[in-house]
């Protein structure tokens, strides 16, 4: 249960700030100005400011920004979408009743299950299988806000991406959508012949808070104080901008608070809904980067960005896989913002990196 010992109550502002990272292999982490179609548009989205709105208005108004500014739908040749069964709460973790703080107080049968939706690129079925976890604070997002996105990975990665509709807080708050994303990921390996994959070429990624969620599923011993554990290590993990620490101590996280799509405010407006406490911050199940070895890691791709709070703690977590040994593919984008895959109507250089995304899933077809 060491995972969930209760860490020292501090406030989030009394720990020492981390040293900022200031170059990237001899380069600038970010250029002179985001690209500018990308700064329009977080202008036009920064109007009303998004950690001010209500949860439920917030999950309608981050579907509405991809559909109408987002990616084109591409056909696939089959899609399938399935609904199974999860753990209908968590139980006691430490002193927290962490089932008790969703938004019912109570679990029923559609609290119990999630939704899966898989995408078969092609009549050939392909050789590899991502599962794929959306973004969104652990918040906002589903599988609709990123539907296109993972038609986008299937086709131009060609490979077959299972995305799962963990279920998100304030309703269920840390750690019930770790547990949701193991529960995915065990019974999509068990259930392989019915997802016709190959079982042993299965990896997980995902953006942001998915791309988190999939650094627990590769970090079987950070999960000895859950009600479930993988019964599977990923054959690849792709990380798309991760959320890898809660704290919110590096130079990116704090100076990044205005004319972006992901802000400061708009970091703590998540880990307050997901939190049951900010002094959970500091538990590796939270904050990744903060567990003591990561070597158990699978081969990975991480894509940081030069204007996106997450920077700092995604570099540092690329250091840490190839200072453990781990194969690593390191994409940075100067010039980019977080969230900029649900802009590429706007912005060329948005829809560019997007396609640079699905190439470099490509490669773990090699």
Same mark, same amino acid.
């Given at each position: 249960m ?6 020292p ?69 089959k ?18 009743p ?36 959306h +973004? ?6 589903s ?59 299965? +990896?997980? +990624? +995902? ?16 999960q ?39 802000t ?103």
């Open positions: 060491d995972s969930f010992n209760k860490p109550a501090q406030g989030i502002q009394s720990h020492k700030k981390r040293l900022p990272i200031e170059q990237l292999q001899g380069k600038p982490l970010q250029a002179r100005q985001l690209e500018a179609k990308q700064l329009m548009a977080a202008k036009m989205l920064s109007l009303a400011p998004l950690y001010k709105l209500p949860v439920t208005l917030f999950r309608y108004v981050f579907l509405a920004m991809d559909r109408v500014l987002g990616l084109t739908k591409i056909e696939m040749d899609v399938v979408n399935l609904t199974v069964p999860v753990s209908a709460g968590t139980p006691l973790m430490g002193t927290i962490l089932n008790e703080h969703s938004a019912s107080g109570t679990s029923n049968s559609s609290d119990s299950t999630i939704k899966l939706r898989i995408y078969h690129p092609s009549a050939k079925t392909p050789q590899k299988t991502l599962v794929y976890f +973004g969104g604070g652990c918040v906002i997002g599988i609709n806000t990123h539907d296109r996105f993972c038609r986008y990975l299937a086709k131009h990665g060609k490979m077959n991406i299972i995305s799962v509709g963990y279920r998100l807080a304030p309703e269920h708050k840390f750690p019930i959508p770790i547990c949701d994303a193991i529960e995915a990921w065990n019974y999509i390996n068990g259930n392989h012949q019915q997802f016709n994959i190959n079982p042993e070429h299965i +990896g997980v +990624g +995902g953006d942001s808070a998915g791309g988190y969620l999939a650094c627990i599923i590769g970090l079987h011993s950070l000895t104080s859950l009600p479930v554990k993988t019964k599977v290590k990923p054959a690849f993990q792709f990380l798309i901008y991760p959320m890898a620490d809660l704290q919110g101590l590096t130079e990116s996280y704090q100076g990044f608070n205005k004319q972006l799509i992901l400061r405010d708009l970091m703590d407006y998540f880990r307050l809904h997901y939190l049951n406490s900010l002094d959970e911050v500091t538990l590796p199940l939270v904050s990744p980067l903060q567990a003591k070895d990561i070597s158990e890691s699978p081969k990975s791709y991480i894509l940081t960005l030069g204007f996106d709070p997450l920077r700092d703690d995604g570099i540092a977590y690329v250091q840490r896989l190839k200072a453990a040994g781990i194969n690593t593919q390191h994409q940075h984008y100067d010039d980019c913002m977080h969230g900029f895959i649900s802009i590429t109507k706007l912005s060329a250089r948005a829809k560019q990196a997007t396609h640079n995304i699905a190439m470099a899933l490509n490669r773990f077809n090699d």
